[in-house]
């Protein structure tokens, strides 16, 4: 029963499983969506988030999430939500 989201060099070194995720939900059409890329530059891990905000809360959710190591994203191409 240890806690494996604990690491060296983590972004955020205060995540918890149970604070910060949440059970898979559709996200509704009228809420704001956008994507966040990280290139993966060398050896970097490459990451392309797609985020939703929640207006009547201001919640900022990932729904989707791409990794690639060593290869750099390309979010010129329209994806498919």
């Known amino acids: 029963f240890g ?3 604990i690491g060296e060099g983590l972004a955020f ?6 604070l910060h995720t949440c059970e898979p939900f559709h996200v509704p ?3 704001y969506r956008f994507r966040a ?3 993966g530059f060398g050896r ?3 990451v392309c988030l797609w985020l939703a ?15 690639a190591n060593g290869r ?3 979010i010129s191409k329209k994806l498919i939500k």
């Open 53 to 67: 905000i929640d207006p009547s809360t201001e919640i900022m959710y990932v729904y989707r999430e791409f990794t």
């Open 13 to 18: 070194d205060d995540f918890c499983r149970e």
């Open 72 to 74: 750099q994203v390309d």
């Open 29 to 31: 059409s009228h809420w």
């Open 37 to 39: 890329a990280d290139w």
């Open 3 to 5: 806690k494996w989201d």
């Open 44 to 46: 970097d891990l490459a």
